[in-house]
């Protein structure tokens, strides 16, 4: 199975931000493709993670299933035709770039702000989902943890997740560029989730301190609120609230909310000067550019907004890469390993039928006390057997060699072809 590991995505490096909203799903979403994936592909082993910056599914098969999953992602969303959306997807079919693009992706070397913490918390939600849907295995449970335990080496041996340079953090500097010639600019932000309450948690740090909170759920909004100590308001008053803003940072998907350029210019004496849309799909209309005085900026707006904090992530890149390197050739090992194992656990079986035919020859002759005695005796015997191999097998697999001795065992002692399954 571990030579059968690969990747499908789309991100932002190589997609409009029209296409990456147009193949973006929801939670929901999510787990509807990976029930599609597992009735009508023969993959296993399936991780599927959606965010506002790429679409990526990883999976397990013998061969290549980008076609056929682009399309199960199509019905999914809603349309047909994949051809217009084919070409933005990269298939990753060499096992070993497959995983190295997931430690990348998971730890933030692919964000657009680099070192990106948000990414690992929606890394293991996509994880969950797999595990949910019965789709994660041996291999995918050890690659996913072994990316957890690496998060935690960067965390604590660099300076790469010092700092906050995120997309949030991105987008409060962005807010007090935009306004630093008002004494008190009001901000509204629409929309508590992950991303919004980010962006919340840094206004803390700002000096910003005039935010109003607007969520279909009221409760959640005034919890953040208290929390960030801002002002929360109802869901009804939404279009009052925005009228009052100077600046509006909308994170709700805009199949739940959007705000269009007719809507707002059916509004009298509207006062925001600038939009933020961090939502996907997008909740805000380019088209409001179109009003005088009004600017509209969305996440790949602020992409490249860096910060000294941003500079020293930068700089940790290559410490971050040779603990990345150490962590997957740990992991390979373990995969090596486990080609070895059933064969491994075979020979033991083999000899151990061997010890107990031999032993029914003998122990009626034998008193309670030397059954006993031989029994551990021949018991001891078997085990330093088996570790012989067992070591060599283990160096082998160190070295990546491994096939050719479990090959010789399997002949010698002929034993039956054995297969990793996911």
């Not at 999976?59 to 349309?79: H, M, N, P, T």
Request: charged share 25%; glycine share 4%.
């Amino acid at each position: 199975m571990q030579n059968q590991f690969k990747a499908l995505t789309l991100s932002y490096k190589n997609a409009p931000i029209a296409i990456r909203e147009e193949v973006a799903l929801n939670e929901i979403g999510c787990r509807n493709l990976l029930d599609k994936i597992r009735e009508f592909t023969g993959a296993r082993e399936v991780l599927v993670l959606s965010t506002c910056n790429r679409t990526e599914v990883y999976y397990a098969s013998e061969k290549d299933l980008s076609r056929e999953i682009v399309k199960l992602l199509a019905i999914e969303k809603g349309f047909v035709a994949t051809k217009r959306i084919q070409p933005y997807f990269l298939s990753i079919t060499d096992p070993a770039e497959a995983v190295q693009h997931l430690f990348r992706v998971s730890l933030g070397l692919e964000s657009q702000v680099v070192g990106d913490m948000q990414i690992m918390n929606q890394v293991k939600n996509a994880y969950q989902w797999a595990a949910d849907a019965g789709m994660a295995g041996p291999f995918l449970h050890r690659l996913m943890h072994t990316i957890f335990f690496t998060n935690k080496r960067v965390s604590n041996e660099t300076a790469f997740r010092d700092g906050a340079a995120s997309v949030a953090y991105a987008t409060v500097e962005l807010v007090e560029e935009l306004t630093q010639h008002l004494p008190d600019p009001r901000v509204l932000m629409i929309g508590v989730g992950e991303i919004g309450a980010n962006v919340c948690d840094n206004f803390g740090k700002s000096r910003i301190g005039n935010i109003t909170i607007v969520n279909r759920t009221h409760h959640k909004a005034l919890e953040l609120a208290q929390k960030c100590q801002a002002k929360a308001a109802y869901w009804e008053n939404v279009w009052e609230e925005i009228k009052q803003a100077d600046v509006v940072i909308s994170s709700v998907p805009g199949d739940c909310f959007f705000i269009s350029k007719a809507d707002v210019e059916k509004q009298k004496q509207l006062s925001p000067q600038f939009f933020i849309d961090l939502s996907m799909p997008r909740s805000i209309d380019k088209e409001l550019e179109m009003l005088p005085g009004t600017c509209v900026y969305n996440i790949d707006g602020i992409r490249n907004r860096t910060t000294e904090a941003l500079a020293l992530r930068l700089a940790a890149i290559p410490q971050v890469h040779q603990i990345v390197a150490e962590a997957i050739a740990e992991f390979q090992n373990w995969t090596r390993e486990m080609i070895m194992s059933p064969a491994l656990q075979q020979f033991k079986t083999r000899l151990e039928v061997i010890r107990q035919q031999e032993l029914a020859r003998y122990m009626k002759k034998l008193g309670a006390e030397e059954k006993e005695m031989v029994e551990a005796i021949t018991q001891n015997i078997l085990n330093k057997i088996v570790k012989m191999p067992a070591l060599e097998l283990k160096a082998a697999c160190q070295r990546g060699d491994a096939d050719a001795l479990v090959e010789s065992l399997r002949l010698l002692f002929d034993l039956e072809q054995t297969h990793v399954k996911a």
